[in-house]
């Protein structure tokens, strides 16, 4: 029986499989112990890809109880073979970072400081001061006659982080809004 | 990249030049490697050695913004040695065809140049045409006007002397790069060219990569396994917020944004459908007007109908020429102009030259929306050290956005390989995706709209904008689906089906698609193809690592673009034992191929270079904003007065603003006699944001240095760990001294010219680590993209008495 080392781990993965010892051929009882005690032992697999260049490494994270325990390269993927950087392999800090902003939050003008508010109150606040912005400043036509339907003083920028679905919305919404300043990444 | 990484090691021969590939992608060094273990030869040209360098056969030091001039002697070399592969060049590249008399070239600057402008009357480079209005062609190379004479007598002043002068480059490192590049010429052998920032953050950066494209259309290297031009392209998902073009200029799919001009959707079509009057050229872009419809029905859905233009005279129209990229945004917030605006998950004070500048002009604005995942140089820009926070009038949003392992959703690798990621776990707190922010978002403003009255609400109104953000959804609406029940072929789609692939898309409403490259990647017949994880491959295509059915890859999962190039008029491949394509019992084996016509050879093939309008590989680009050839000139701040070319001393068109603070140095100004060139570390990301509050990554990393030669050292009485100044015209920075040998100082003109190099990834929140390299560059950039030139900067450096910046 020919196995890679990818299905040698699934087996050998407390609570995934359960084959006979007979059928790997040696004894695995110490390993199988040993692989008890493993933080991803009976974790789900979740392929995702990394998030900086755009070499898109494949990442696996292992998920237990709702949390995520532990990330490395997977091995299965072509291009990076299960290899990461060290940015890669620093995945499961990156998204644990206790630095992460986890709530909305304001600074008011002049203020000297950050407060935190609910997503109803920001989103509701910042399409008020679009409309705002576009009601005064939506230049409809040029001087020329010419219709036109652009807001110069609103613009946006980013971003390569999003995926492509998110940024597909971000230029429906800004070329509805007549948004014309608009840039992110691919020009720097 | 034409290519994708795997192909990487399908190469004999691998020119890096301006990237640091082992750092910067350190996955892609694998297949490098893997290409050298089988005999490949590894250049790396570089003002910096580095671990690239370490790994290569050999590292070659250039004065940074010297590339053309580098590349320039190359086509020299190879023309005059005849290295160059004659079939290819005739059949398949535009070196045959002739040029009409307008076009010149004389002490730098091209014919049609207004120097009031700063621009071409480009009309002056076109082609002769015969009376069928096809280009006029001599398959000898002999006439005088052929592309293939003109490039000749161009590049002859390219003289191993005048570019070893300039670049400081020896004439044996020359010759060493141009004789180990130039043996791919042969017909089956391959050279890639492996590029990054380092070649497109200059004030000629495009022409620096058109200089590529002409050597690889001289060695017949694009379209095969082991070939092609291949940007190393950094962010997570560049190449798809590219593709869907979070851009001024363009809408998605690579098609222009509607100016003034064009006030219908015929005037649209009209200036911007090519038209081809060969019948042997595919000239794809006639297509345009089904995937531009099809964008209008996406945006609009049930809104757009012929009998309004499918929308398009709601979309906003910019003036002809207008430029509303960073370095002008930023200039005019500078002015007061803009009032507010929204910053996702970018860095802009940070990672924007002229940090000084913009960090001000930031505080002019009334409002700012700014979403992240932490805390960074641009949210808290209002408390930034030296300002009261009290005088900055600003209202500021920081909106808590998912990871990548807390969402589902696709993105795009640099070799067009398109990924479906699967969320882990959830975002932490309150975070929530871009997505369904924005669609909260947009349904308020529209909420707004609906119950009061606004300035023109229709196109907020009519568009087709979700209740929710679900990424299967927007994946289906980027792929498009049939409006109305259609028979394509012999197969039968009921209206909401997807389309099956973009050749299916029509210019009559009767398809919508948010992104034609991307349609064919989820379809009824396979379901969503970028999730697929099937490494089967037939043994022609194991041969080259095709992994055809690995996800799924932009245009119609062809892994290799301009394929048709790889094999001979017969169809048979140049280089059999790593063939992509190959016509075998009437059809194509191997890669999808670029259209399905048969062979040139019979008669009824089409030229392969699809995308062109003529079908030609273009050695001559006539579309490009500074001339049709690339041609030397220096970085805005140079070292140097005057250059051996010409005595046109910069870009004669390149792109810039004029604050107060736009200041730039002279000429060899002896105030700022050292380039500074930038670059980033293996273990931060960009601006530095993220990888700053990852305690292992800043732990590798901690603060910003400056790398200098031994020689400019002790020259500033500076030891290896002292604490300098960098100073430029604009702004100064602090750095700890990195006293090595891996910068070297360059012979330029006869005098030593010191070049020195700094990361930009730091910035003072996370304190200690030293703050914003971009203070010190400028804000000017090449005139086809206005990228700035972040590459190239003249600056001085000075031991510090105390530091402030660094703990």
């Given at each position: 029986?020919?196995?890679?080392?990818?299905?040698?781990?699934?087996?050998?993965?407390?609570?995934?499989?359960?084959?006979?010892?007979?059928?790997?051929?040696?004894?695995?009882?110490?390993?199988?112990?040993?692989?008890?005690?493993?933080?991803?032992?009976?974790?789900?697999?979740?392929?995702?890809?990394?998030?900086?260049?755009?070499?898109?490494?494949?990442?696996?994270?292992?998920?237990?109880?709702?949390?995520?325990?532990?990330?490395?390269?997977?091995?299965?993927?072509?291009?990076?073979?299960?290899?990461?950087?060290?940015?890669?392999?620093?995945?499961?800090?990156?998204?644990?970072?206790?630095?992460?902003?986890?709530?909305?939050?304001?600074?008011?003008?002049?203020?000297?400081?950050?407060?935190?508010?609910?997503?109803?109150?920001?989103?509701?606040?910042?399409?008020?001061?679009?409309?705002?912005?576009?009601?005064?400043?939506?230049?409809?036509?040029?001087?020329?006659?010419?219709?036109?339907?652009?807001?110069?003083?609103?613009?946006?920028?980013?971003?390569?982080?999003?995926?492509?679905?998110?940024?597909?919305?971000?230029?429906?919404?800004?070329?509805?809004?007549?948004?014309?300043?608009?840039?992110?990444?691919?020009?720097? | 990249?034409?290519?994708?990484?795997?192909?990487?090691?399908?190469?004999?021969?691998?020119?890096?030049?301006?990237?640091?590939?082992?750092?910067?992608?350190?996955?892609?060094?694998?297949?490098?490697?893997?290409?050298?273990?089988?005999?490949?030869?590894?250049?790396?040209?570089?003002?910096?050695?580095?671990?690239?360098?370490a790994r290569s056969d050999f590292h070659v030091p250039l004065r940074s913004g010297t590339d053309i001039a580098f590349l320039g002697g190359m086509i020299n070399y190879i023309i005059e040695k005849d290295k160059y592969f004659k079939d290819?060049?005739?059949?398949?590249?535009?070196?045959?065809?002739?040029?009409?008399?307008?076009?010149?070239?004389?002490?730098?600057?091209?014919?049609?140049?207004?120097?009031?402008?700063?621009?071409?009357?480009?009309?002056?480079?076109?082609?002769?045409?015969?009376?069928?209005?096809?280009?006029?062609?001599?398959?000898?190379?002999?006439?005088?006007?052929?592309?293939?004479?003109?490039?000749?007598?161009?590049?002859?002043?390219?003289?191993?002397?005048?570019?070893?002068?300039?670049?400081?480059?020896?004439?044996?490192?020359?010759?060493?790069?141009?004789?180990?590049?130039?043996?791919?010429?042969?017909?089956?052998?391959?050279?890639?060219?492996?590029?990054?920032?380092?070649?497109?953050?200059?004030?000629?950066?495009?022409?620096?990569?058109?200089?590529?494209?002409?050597?690889?259309?001289?060695?017949?290297?694009?379209?095969?396994?082991?070939?092609?031009?291949?940007?190393?392209?950094?962010?997570?998902?560049?190449?798809?917020?590219?593709?869907?073009?979070?851009?001024?200029?363009?809408?998605?799919?690579?098609?222009?944004?509607?100016?003034?001009?064009?006030?219908?959707?015929?005037?649209?079509?009209?200036?911007?459908?090519?038209?081809?009057?060969?019948?042997?050229?595919?000239?794809?872009?006639?297509?345009?007007?089904?995937?531009?419809?099809?964008?209008?029905?996406?945006?609009?859905?049930?809104?757009?109908?012929?009998?309004?233009?499918?929308?398009?005279?709601?979309?906003?129209?910019?003036?002809?020429?207008?430029?509303?990229?960073?370095?002008?945004?930023?200039?005019?917030?500078?002015?007061?102009?803009?009032?507010?605006?929204?910053?996702?998950?970018?860095?802009?004070?940070?990672?924007?030259?002229?940090?000084?500048?913009?960090?001000?002009?930031?505080?002019?604005?009334?409002?700012?929306?700014?979403?992240?995942?932490?805390?960074?140089?641009?949210?808290?820009?209002?408390?930034?050290?030296?300002?009261?926070?009290?005088?900055?009038?600003?209202?500021?949003?920081?909106?808590?956005?998912?990871?990548?392992?807390?969402?589902?959703?696709?993105?795009?690798?640099?070799?067009?390989?398109?990924?479906?990621?699967?969320?882990?776990?959830?975002?932490?707190?309150?975070?929530?995706?871009?997505?369904?922010?924005?669609?909260?978002?947009?349904?308020?403003?529209?909420?707004?709209?609906?119950?009061?009255?606004?300035?023109?609400?229709?196109?907020?109104?009519?568009?087709?904008?979700?209740?929710?953000?679900?990424?299967?959804?927007?994946?289906?609406?980027?792929?498009?689906?049939?409006?109305?029940?259609?028979?394509?072929?012999?197969?039968?789609?009921?209206?909401?089906?997807?389309?099956?692939?973009?050749?299916?898309?029509?210019?009559?409403?009767?398809?919508?698609?948010?992104?034609?490259?991307?349609?064919?990647?989820?379809?009824?017949?396979?379901?969503?193809?970028?999730?697929?994880?099937?490494?089967?491959?037939?043994?022609?295509?194991?041969?080259?690592?095709?992994?055809?059915?690995?996800?799924?890859?932009?245009?119609?999962?062809?892994?290799?673009?301009?394929?048709?190039?790889?094999?001979?008029?017969?169809?048979?491949?140049?280089?059999?034992?790593?063939?992509?394509?190959?016509?075998?019992?009437?059809?194509?084996?191997?890669?999808?191929?670029?259209?399905?016509?048969?062979?040139?050879?019979?008669?009824?093939?089409?030229?392969?270079?699809?995308?062109?309008?003529?079908?030609?590989?273009?050695?001559?680009?006539?579309?490009?904003?500074?001339?049709?050839?690339?041609?030397?000139?220096?970085?805005?701040?140079?070292?140097?007065?005057?250059?051996?070319?010409?005595?046109?001393?910069?870009?004669?068109?390149?792109?810039?603003?004029?604050?107060?603070?736009?200041?730039?140095?002279?000429?060899?100004?002896?105030?700022?006699?050292?380039?500074?060139?930038?670059?980033?570390?293996?273990?931060?990301?960009?601006?530095?944001?993220?990888?700053?509050?990852?305690?292992?990554?800043?732990?590798?990393?901690?603060?910003?240095?400056?790398?200098?030669?031994?020689?400019?050292?002790?020259?500033?009485?500076?030891?290896?760990?002292?604490?300098?100044?960098?100073?430029?015209?604009?702004?100064?920075?602090?750095?700890?001294?990195?006293?090595?040998?891996?910068?070297?100082?360059?012979?330029?003109?006869?005098?030593?010219?010191?070049?020195?190099?700094?990361?930009?990834?730091?910035?003072?929140?996370?304190?200690?680590?030293?703050?914003?390299?971009?203070?010190?560059?400028?804000?000017?950039?090449?005139?086809?993209?206005?990228?700035?030139?972040?590459?190239?900067?003249?600056?001085?450096?000075?031991?510090?008495?105390?530091?402030?910046?660094?703990?």
């Amino acid at each position: 029986m020919q196995l890679n080392r990818r299905d040698f781990m699934k087996v050998t993965g407390a609570g995934i499989a359960c084959l006979s010892l007979s059928q790997l051929g040696f004894d695995l009882k110490p390993l199988k112990a040993y692989a008890a005690e493993l933080k991803i032992a009976g974790a789900k697999e979740v392929i995702s890809v990394c998030p900086f260049c755009s070499v898109s490494c494949h990442i696996i994270a292992h998920v237990k109880d709702g949390q995520l325990v532990s990330t490395e390269g997977d091995p299965d993927y072509p291009i990076n073979q299960g290899a990461l950087c060290a940015k890669g392999a620093a995945m499961l800090s990156l998204t644990r970072s206790s630095h992460r902003v986890t709530k909305p939050l304001y600074r008011a003008p002049n203020s000297d400081k950050w407060e935190e508010k609910d997503w109803g109150w920001v989103i509701d606040r910042i399409a008020r001061r679009v409309k705002e912005s576009r009601d005064k400043n939506l230049q409809l036509t040029n001087t020329k006659g010419q219709t036109v339907n652009r807001l110069e003083h609103v613009f946006a920028l980013g971003t390569s982080h999003m995926d492509n679905e998110e940024c597909a919305l971000t230029h429906q919404a800004m070329r509805a809004l007549g948004v014309v300043h608009m840039d992110h990444q691919a020009r720097i | 990249m034409t290519n994708h990484w795997i192909d990487i090691k399908n190469a004999d021969a691998i020119l890096i030049m301006g990237s640091n590939a082992a750092e910067h992608h350190p996955i892609s060094f694998k297949w490098v490697l893997d290409a050298k273990s089988r005999g490949a030869v590894v250049m790396h040209v570089d003002p910096k050695f580095s671990r690239t360098s370490a790994r290569s056969d050999f590292h070659v030091p250039l004065r940074s913004g010297t590339d053309i001039a580098f590349l320039g002697g190359m086509i020299n070399y190879i023309i005059e040695k005849d290295k160059y592969f004659k079939d290819y060049v005739v059949n398949y590249t535009n070196a045959s065809l002739l040029v009409a008399d307008a076009f010149g070239f004389e002490n730098g600057l091209f014919s049609g140049y207004d120097p009031a402008a700063r621009k071409y009357d480009r009309t002056q480079w076109a082609f002769q045409l015969d009376d069928d209005k096809v280009p006029k062609r001599d398959p000898s190379l002999n006439d005088p006007r052929c592309v293939f004479q003109l490039m000749k007598q161009h590049y002859s002043r390219y003289t191993l002397d005048d570019v070893s002068d300039i670049t400081g480059v020896s004439k044996e490192d020359l010759v060493k790069v141009y004789e180990a590049y130039s043996a791919t010429g042969a017909p089956d052998k391959a050279g890639t060219m492996l590029y990054a920032l380092g070649w497109t953050q200059h004030t000629v950066g495009v022409q620096n990569i058109r200089a590529a494209a002409i050597l690889q259309l001289l060695l017949g290297n694009m379209g095969i396994a082991g070939g092609g031009i291949n940007a190393l392209r950094g962010e997570p998902n560049v190449q798809g917020s590219t593709d869907h073009t979070l851009l001024y200029h363009l809408v998605p799919g690579y098609m222009a944004m509607p100016i003034a001009d064009w006030q219908t959707l015929a005037d649209y079509h009209k200036a911007n459908t090519p038209v081809s009057y060969d019948p042997q050229s595919a000239n794809w872009w006639q297509n345009k007007p089904k995937y531009f419809n099809s964008l209008l029905k996406g945006w609009f859905g049930e809104n757009a109908t012929k009998e309004n233009d499918f929308g398009y005279g709601m979309l906003p129209k910019i003036e002809k020429g207008a430029n509303y990229s960073y370095l002008f945004l930023f200039d005019r917030m500078y002015q007061g102009k803009i009032e507010g605006g929204f910053i996702f998950g970018l860095n802009p004070m940070n990672s924007v030259p002229n940090s000084n500048k913009l960090r001000k002009a930031m505080d002019n604005l009334d409002w700012l929306v700014t979403v992240d995942v932490h805390h960074s140089e641009t949210t808290d820009n209002w408390r930034r050290p030296g300002v009261d926070p009290k005088s900055v009038k600003t209202e500021v949003f920081l909106l808590p956005s998912a990871h990548r392992l807390e969402k589902d959703g696709t993105v795009t690798n640099s070799g067009r390989w398109q990924l479906w990621h699967y969320k882990a776990v959830e975002p932490p707190g309150e975070a929530r995706t871009f997505g369904d922010m924005l669609v909260d978002l947009m349904n308020k403003v529209r909420t707004l709209y609906t119950e009061n009255s606004g300035a023109f609400a229709d196109p907020i109104l009519k568009i087709d904008w979700p209740k929710r953000y679900d990424a299967d959804e927007m994946a289906r609406r980027i792929n498009g689906v049939f409006t109305v029940d259609t028979k394509v072929k012999d197969k039968e789609y009921k209206k909401g089906q997807l389309v099956p692939s973009f050749v299916a898309l029509a210019d009559d409403g009767s398809t919508s698609s948010l992104e034609w490259l991307y349609c064919g990647s989820y379809t009824e017949e396979d379901g969503n193809k970028t999730k697929r994880r099937d490494p089967k491959q037939t043994p022609m295509q194991a041969a080259i690592g095709l992994y055809p059915n690995w996800a799924w890859c932009w245009p119609v999962n062809r892994r290799i673009l301009y394929n048709r190039a790889s094999v001979n008029l017969e169809g048979q491949p140049y280089a059999p034992n790593k063939a992509v394509i190959q016509w075998q019992d009437g059809k194509w084996v191997g890669d999808v191929p670029d259209g399905g016509w048969p062979p040139m050879a019979t008669g009824e093939g089409k030229h392969p270079f699809i995308m062109t309008v003529h079908g030609f590989g273009q050695h001559y680009g006539p579309g490009r904003m500074e001339g049709p050839f690339p041609e030397h000139y220096e970085p805005v701040e140079t070292p140097v007065k005057s250059h051996p070319f010409s005595k046109q001393l910069n870009n004669p068109c390149y792109v810039s603003v004029s604050s107060d603070m736009d200041i730039l140095a002279e000429p060899a100004d002896p105030r700022y006699p050292i380039v500074l060139t930038t670059y980033n570390v293996t273990e931060h990301w960009c601006g530095g944001g993220e990888t700053r509050n990852v305690p292992n990554l800043l732990e590798a990393e901690p603060q910003l240095y400056v790398e200098m030669s031994p020689e400019l050292a002790e020259e500033k009485g500076i030891k290896n760990g002292d604490g300098v100044i960098i100073e430029s015209a604009r702004g100064r920075a602090e750095a700890i001294a990195m006293v090595t040998v891996r910068m070297r100082p360059l012979k330029i003109q006869g005098k030593i010219v010191h070049e020195i190099g700094m990361p930009f990834c730091f910035g003072w929140t996370t304190p200690g680590s030293g703050d914003s390299t971009n203070r010190l560059t400028p804000s000017v950039g090449d005139p086809n993209t206005s990228i700035p030139e972040f590459k190239a900067c003249l600056v001085n450096v000075k031991k510090a008495d105390k530091l402030t910046e660094l703990a």
